[in-house]
């Protein structure tokens, strides 16, 4: 992908670090607790649990990685960001959550649905008083990073009856048009038309005569577009350690897994 983007939606950053958190001050977080979390449990730590949804399925280990929904909350009961309006679940390692969020995780199993309050102290500095509030459904546990991209992608292979071959580094492809000789090399300027959507299947990106050269774009693309010629397509599911990563880039959340309609129009 190149740094054109007409990005057709836009995405709630996943990374849990709450920037125009107001906390007003008249509502406490005993005072939440106590009106709203009566029935609330409380780690050694402070934080607030209420499990409403056990599965018994194993608990998530702070080096797993973990794929959930979440709604999130200030003490007034307003909602600040939340995963599931656009279908799009997001998906960190555990320990480089807040911490009060990897403790809570620490707590559930795939299949569970829990609320975590969150007091100031245990948000990472992302409040100076009061506390945050999360519901989260966890939709699964990997061991690894590339775990959950394999999963993820196999995923969306077997719902919508695909297969794919898959390359040393982790890539996924499908040649529908393989194109004539030569092929580009990794430092070759192409022109391409392409649409980029996520696993749920929405659109982030599309560009039409789009021209660069492989080892200015994504390492998914590089590696991707030198296994087709000139006149030839591919889709290519990527996982996110071959795209934008942890950290995601614009409007792509951090860790997502993207797929590609490539037409490979020029090998210039």
Not at 143 to 170: K, Q
Not at 177 to 199: A, H, L, Q, R
């Amino acid at each position: 992908m190149t740094a054109h983007y007409r990005l057709l939606i836009g995405l709630i950053s996943l990374v849990f670090i709450c920037t125009n958190c107001s906390v007003d001050e008249d509502v406490s977080l005993e005072e939440y607790i106590s009106n709203f979390a009566s029935n609330a449990s409380q780690t050694e730590s402070g934080l607030y649990y209420i499990l409403e949804r056990s599965t018994g399925s194993p608990t998530a280990m702070p080096s797993d990685f973990v794929q959930f929904h979440f709604r999130q909350f200030d003490l007034q009961r307003r909602e600040i960001a939340n995963s599931y309006d656009r279908d799009l679940a997001t998906a960190f390692e555990v320990q480089n959550l807040l911490v009060g969020l990897a403790e809570g995780l620490a707590l559930m199993g795939a299949g569970d649905k829990a609320t975590f309050i969150v007091p100031a102290d245990l948000s990472g500095g992302v409040i100076s008083e009061g506390g945050l509030v999360y519901q989260i459904e966890l939709l699964n546990v990997y061991e690894s990073l590339e775990d959950y991209n394999s999963g993820v992608i196999t995923d969306y292979l077997s719902d919508n009856n695909l297969m794919a071959d898959r390359t040393e580094s982790g890539l996924y492809y499908i040649i529908t048009e393989p194109g004539e000789d030569p092929k580009p090399g990794p430092t070759t300027s192409v022109t391409v038309n392409y649409n980029g959507y996520f696993t749920n299947g929405v659109t982030f990106d599309q560009g039409a005569n789009i021209n660069f050269p492989l080892n200015g774009v994504i390492a998914g693309w590089t590696e991707g577009l030198q296994l087709i010629g000139q006149g030839g397509a591919i889709t290519l599911l990527i996982p996110s350690y071959l795209a934008y990563g942890s950290t995601g880039n614009s409007e792509i959340p951090p860790n997502a897994p993207l797929l590609f309609d490539v037409e490979l129009t020029t090998v210039n």
